[in-house]
């Protein structure tokens, strides 16, 4: 499918992984919106790539709502690229041996799961009414899980049991829409150059980079941008997660 001319929906847009993404479809011709908490760069950012913000949480469905009718009203809108997400740490058990408490595990579930299956039916009830292009094509929505739906470590319970929930529904919800000729897949980065990691210290994201069989380092957000775009243009691509890790699997901690 053609990424020229089409309305794109990014979550977390405004950073990391998402922001890379918004710059790697604006540059190949796409109209980006940018769905992002209001406290974030997102006006900033969509000014900077002549796109759009749309302030929200992913996790609320008038604001998804919301944000995927801006996004087609500027283009018929064909992609979503889920990357609004969370990794707050919890054990099951404390130090103190008590459990952990139970609203922060809901927490990174209503986020990372519920966000993302949010966004995905409201930006599909409106991509299923658009006309298909000349090939059939209507849309592309691409999620974002984790290594860590696969290779869980101590004290990401929430955050893998998330993951893993986007992983699992990637398959369902491609077969659905199928009808519609909307492709449903799922990107499961590895330990990427984000945000969240950019703030350890240098010799600790070098020690992380060095877990990865090759190329031993941090991937970048630039080529995760990559693989959503191959995603998109690549039509035979549908109901399936795709791991960019360099091959690590994830040691216990």
Same mark, same amino acid.
């Given at each position: 499918?053609?990424?020229?001319?089409?309305?794109?929906?990014?979550?977390?847009?405004?950073?990391?992984?998402?922001?890379?993404?918004?710059?790697?479809?604006?540059?190949?011709?796409? $109209?980006?919106?940018?769905?992002?908490?209001?406290?974030?760069?997102?006006?900033?950012?969509?000014?900077?790539?002549?796109? %759009?913000?749309?302030?929200?949480?992913?996790?609320?469905?008038?604001?998804?709502?919301?944000?995927?009718?801006? %996004?087609?009203? $500027?283009?018929?809108?064909?992609?979503?690229?889920?990357?609004?997400?969370?990794?707050?740490?919890?054990?099951?058990?404390?130090?103190?041996?008590?459990?952990?408490?139970?609203?922060?595990?809901?927490?990174?579930?209503?986020?990372?799961?519920?966000?993302?299956?949010?966004?995905?039916?409201?930006?599909?009830?409106?991509?299923?009414?658009?006309?298909?292009?000349?090939?059939?094509?209507?849309?592309?929505?691409?999620?974002? %899980?984790?290594?860590?739906?696969?290779?869980?470590?101590?004290?990401?319970?929430?955050?893998?049991?998330?993951?893993?929930?986007? $992983?699992?529904?990637?398959?369902?919800?491609?077969?659905?829409?199928?009808?519609?000729?909307?492709?449903?897949?799922?990107?499961?980065?590895?330990?990427?150059?984000?945000?969240?990691?950019?703030?350890?210290?240098?010799? %600790?994201?070098?020690?992380?980079?060095?877990?990865?069989?090759?190329?031993?380092?941090?991937?970048?957000?630039?080529?995760?941008?990559?693989?959503?775009?191959?995603?998109?243009?690549?039509?035979?691509?549908?109901?399936?997660?795709?791991?960019?890790?360099?091959?690590?699997?994830?040691?216990?901690?």
């Amino acid at each position: 499918m053609q990424i020229q001319g089409s309305g794109a929906l990014i979550t977390g847009g405004a950073s990391g992984l998402g922001l890379a993404t918004a710059r790697a479809l604006a540059a190949a011709g796409a $109209h980006v919106t940018l769905l992002d908490l209001p406290s974030s760069a997102g006006a900033e950012m969509a000014a900077e790539l002549g796109g %759009a913000f749309a302030p929200g949480d992913v996790t609320n469905a008038e604001d998804a709502a919301s944000a995927v009718a801006a %996004a087609n009203e $500027h283009a018929p809108l064909r992609i979503v690229v889920n990357c609004a997400g969370v990794a707050t740490p919890a054990k099951v058990l404390d130090r103190d041996g008590n459990p952990t408490a139970l609203a922060d595990f809901e927490r990174v579930i209503r986020i990372n799961l519920v966000g993302t299956f949010n966004v995905a039916s409201q930006a599909a009830a409106v991509i299923a009414k658009n006309d298909p292009t000349d090939g059939g094509d209507r849309g592309v929505i691409v999620n974002t %899980a984790s290594v860590a739906a696969f290779d869980g470590q101590i004290g990401q319970p929430a955050y893998s049991s998330s993951k893993g929930g986007v $992983h699992a529904m990637t398959l369902p919800i491609a077969r659905e829409l199928a009808r519609y000729g909307i492709r449903v897949c799922t990107i499961a980065p590895g330990i990427m150059e984000t945000p969240m990691l950019a703030g350890l210290p240098e010799a %600790a994201q070098a020690s992380l980079g060095q877990q990865v069989p090759y190329p031993a380092r941090l991937g970048k957000p630039a080529e995760y941008a990559a693989l959503v775009q191959s995603i998109i243009e690549n039509g035979y691509l549908n109901g399936e997660t795709i791991r960019l890790d360099g091959a690590i699997r994830m040691a216990p901690k």
